[in-house]
């Protein structure tokens, strides 16, 4: 049997040791998927102006080196690919980096956080976003594992050590 210790009810009292923070919210499969959604309308906006500047310089180059072959051709094809792949990673990796949030998590008032409650920082929020594209790789079975672990953890949180919370409502 293990024993059991009483407090003195005349001992003063710590009141740092009464206020405790309640025990971090796990954000679900669903209001994640709703940020998610919010990220991405954000990140087709960014990757489809930056693509259009590409694929313009691209165009007026080739008409100045005198015709567009298939080479020029090529050559926006790979820049578009090198776009959207370089702008989804550099998305996620500069907000989660910079404050553990996207535009979709403030929206829904979801952090990412590190283990132990710990802040992102830019290593971590780039492992987080290549795990991502892993997830991605895998037909999506990375971001199933939110909805089938009991610490709503994709697979990118699991190899980047992180979990996503729900942040409390400010009165």
């Not at 679900?28 to 500047?53: E, K, P, Q, S």
């Not at 694929?55 to 094809?77: C, K, P, R, S």
């Not at 895998?138 to 994709?154: Q, S």
Request: net charge positive; with cysteine.
């Amino acid at each position: 049997m293990g024993s059991v210790e009483c407090c003195d009810s005349a001992a003063p009292v710590d009141s740092a040791q009464i206020v405790a923070e309640p025990p971090d919210r796990k954000a679900g499969f669903w209001i994640r998927l709703a940020a998610w959604n919010v990220d991405l309308a954000c990140l087709f906006l960014v990757t489809t102006a930056l693509t259009f500047v590409a694929l313009t310089v691209i165009y007026v180059g080739g008409q100045l080196g005198g015709e567009i072959n298939d080479q020029v051709i090529a050559l926006a094809g790979y820049t578009s690919g090198a776009i959207v792949l370089f702008s989804g990673v550099a998305y996620f990796t500069i907000f989660i980096g910079s404050c553990g949030q996207t535009p979709g998590k403030m929206l829904f008032r979801l952090k990412v956080i590190r283990g132990g409650g710990r802040e992102m920082t830019y290593g971590r929020a780039l492992i987080r976003s290549l795990g991502w594209m892993l997830s991605l790789l895998l037909f999506g079975l990375g971001f199933l594992a939110i909805a089938c672990t009991r610490h709503k953890r994709a697979l990118h949180d699991m190899l980047a050590g992180t979990s996503v919370i729900r942040l409390p409502r400010t009165p």
